[in-house]
């Protein structure tokens, strides 16, 4: 289903040859409007009439009104079931324009072009799309598959710094929950950029498609891509409810730390390697000042996450490099002490 594009987009535009959509809608941001729209349209060859629908940057738009929006906009522009919805952008396009396309008419055919990589190594990957409710991440969504994922890695070219790391969270995670000698490739990097990144993003997209392949519904194995992200998504959200919101990958390498030393209070990893762990996502990512959250905020975002059961907080947690556990519960105190223990790594 992952196919990496060559300069000339061939494999896009076989498919688009080979089916018989009525329409094209493509999907995009501003940012990718200006970087990565041009160079779609420079290679895509098609006698499909298609449309652009821009929506604003930013998580925030990850709601209901912007998909009502979008709904509305495919109605009046007749679209039906034989059009087709390309999703150009980072997390929030895919997860957004999956939804759309997945519940308008009853669902019309969707395919992603990832143009980050936290979209390239996980968000467009694996059939899950969604919108956030209030504060809570992705609470409202379906499981859809796309009819194809297409990535171009020179996409990365264009990405500030920031986003550039916020992708590479989710790659040290795959490598933490599933491949350890991918792991160790990765912190071999001694500085993130595209040209050092771009040989290890296959195996990353290898080991998220294989772990959905087992468990599309996320009954079981599935549940382990969730490690750092049950105490990353509660800082997340109220990070977007201050002034100062933070990347969806500044979130999962905090909720790492965080989890991977609740991995060691529960007795499922040894300290050296939790510290070893930890120590490693510290040189690739600056410390978040927890200070303004209350701690009865952070647990009551815990308590409503959305892989919870019989109201209580489930996590996937390491078991080893390279392994990991899922549906874990935890005792509250050490939530607490892993959570402090993160607030006092600024001390060192």
């Not at 290679?43 to 009104?65: C, H, P, R, V, Y």
């Not at 992708?167 to 950029?193: C, N, T």
Request: charged residues 25%; aromatic residues 8%; contains cysteine.
């Amino acid at each position: 289903m992952i196919t990496l594009l060559d300069e000339n987009f061939s494999h896009l535009n076989q498919f688009l040859t080979e089916k018989s959509f009525s329409k094209i809608f493509i999907l995009v941001d501003e940012n990718t409007h200006e970087y990565c729209l041009p160079v779609l349209l420079g290679n895509l060859e098609t006698d499909i009439s298609f449309e652009i629908l821009e929506i604003e940057a930013g998580e925030e738009m990850k709601n209901i009104q912007t998909a009502n929006q979008l709904w509305e906009i495919l109605t009046e522009m007749k679209a039906d079931r034989k059009a087709l919805i390309i999703n150009l952008g980072g997390g929030v396009i895919t997860d957004m324009g999956g939804f759309v396309a997945s519940t308008y008419k009853r669902g019309i055919q969707f395919i992603n072009i990832p143009t980050t990589l936290l979209s390239m190594c996980d968000a467009s990957i694996g059939g899950k799309t969604g919108i956030d409710l209030m504060h809570y991440k992705n609470m409202v969504g379906t499981f859809s598959f796309p009819e194809k994922i297409y990535a171009y890695t020179r996409f990365l070219d264009t990405l500030p710094a920031k986003e550039l790391k916020s992708g590479f969270a989710e790659m040290l995670k795959h490598g933490l929950i599933a491949d350890k000698k991918h792991w160790e490739a990765l912190i071999k990097l001694q500085h993130l950029d595209p040209t050092g990144i771009e040989p290890l993003i296959p195996q990353s997209m290898e080991i998220k498609q294989e772990v959905v392949n087992a468990d599309f519904h996320e009954k079981n194995v599935r549940k382990t891509l969730n490690f750092g992200h049950t105490i990353g998504h509660a800082i997340e959200s109220l990070c977007l409810q201050s002034e100062n919101p933070i990347l969806h990958g500044e979130a999962v390498a905090l909720g790492m730390i965080c989890e991977s030393h609740l991995s060691y209070l529960e007795g499922l990893i040894s300290k050296e390697d939790a510290d070893m762990i930890i120590e490693n996502i510290q040189r690739y990512f600056s410390f978040i000042d927890l200070s303004d959250f209350k701690d009865e905020d952070i647990f009551n975002l815990l308590l409503n996450d959305k892989k919870n059961t019989d109201a209580k907080i489930n996590f996937s947690l390491l078991s080893g490099i390279g392994s990991c556990v899922y549906d874990h519960e935890c005792s509250t105190e050490n939530i607490q002490r892993s959570i402090n223990y993160y607030k006092k790594l600024s001390e060192f």
